[in-house]
């Protein structure tokens, strides 16, 4: 699940599937990030929902809270970052139940 990082983010980066249909049950990938990026999904209210750092150039997310729980019907928003946080870009993504 790791592809090769850029070392500036894409300006296609974005995330699949979007939107997240109830019955997908797979893994949510983010992709176009810099390697080793620090990922943050947040809800809609800024919440911090789920957080940890790309493979490569992309990231995945199970759809699910820190606490591994399945997260409710909406908008979240993916946020990356470099390692020193010059550098970063914002994506959303829509999950259906």
Do not use: C, M
Request: net charge neutral; glycine share 12%; no cysteine.
């Amino acid at each position: 699940d790791a592809t090769e990082g850029d070392n500036t983010f894409s300006e296609t980066a974005h995330a699949f599937p979007n939107p997240v249909k109830p019955d997908y049950t797979g893994l949510i990938t983010i992709t176009g990030l810099i390697r080793d990026s620090n990922v943050k999904i947040t809800d809609i209210n800024g919440n911090l929902i789920f957080a940890g750092n790309s493979v490569g150039g992309q990231f995945t997310w199970n759809g699910r809270n820190s606490k591994g729980k399945k997260v409710a019907s909406g908008i979240y928003l993916v946020l990356a970052a470099d390692a020193e946080g010059k550098e970063g870009i914002a994506t959303k993504i829509l999950i259906i139940k």
